[in-house]
């Protein structure tokens, strides 16, 4: 771990991730839902941050040589609508192309921004967008994108379906 990491811990047995930026001195930034007071961005020891679970790191490497790339970044359908909702809070880039400071000290900046900011939406604005923004410079959660495959999966499935019903009785001759 190192200064500008972002940083996410496994709860409840693998049932979601927590997340935040290691600012490099023995504590963590993190958006919380929970705890004394409202919820908001707060600075919390590492050691608070963990609950005595393994802290992790998340991998940039493949985000940022995709970044580099003429065909750009992959980007979640969660970041697509961070990106404009980012835009929309005053926190994007001035330019939609602008590529934000990545150092470490730039991703802790930005989250030391942010120390003391309300809200949280499990949606829109939760501790792994947060984290991911701070990054990257675009708010995201792989952990929303995941429900949201979970939630439309069977509905893509039965439009798939009603699609070849449909498309099978054009297909009929007529008699």
């Not at 500008?4 to 958006?31: A, M, N, W």
């Not at 007071?37 to 040589?65: C, H, K, M, Q, S």
């Not at 959660?141 to 009603?162: E, F």
Request: charged residues 20%.
């Amino acid at each position: 771990m190192a200064r500008g990491d972002h940083l996410y811990v496994h709860r409840l047995g693998g049932l979601y991730s927590h997340h935040g930026i290691d600012c490099g001195d023995g504590t963590v930034i993190h958006l919380t839902a929970v705890g004394q007071g409202p919820p908001g961005v707060e600075r919390i020891p590492l050691e608070r941050f963990a609950e005595g679970d393994e802290v992790r790191v998340r991998d940039y490497t493949a985000f940022f040589a995709a970044a580099r790339d003429p065909a750009g970044a992959p980007q979640s359908p969660s970041m697509q609508v961070g990106r404009v909702l980012d835009r929309a809070r005053g926190l994007g880039p001035a330019t939609p192309d602008a590529s934000p400071d990545t150092s470490p000290d730039a991703v802790v900046a930005r989250a030391e921004s942010r120390v003391g900011e309300r809200g949280f939406d499990v949606w829109l604005n939760n501790c792994e967008h947060f984290a991911t923004w701070c990054r990257t410079g675009i708010s995201g959660s792989t952990q929303v994108d995941a429900l949201w495959r979970m939630a439309l999966g069977p509905i893509g499935y039965w439009l798939h379906k009603l699609s070849e019903t449909t498309n099978a009785s054009l297909d009929r001759p007529s008699s």
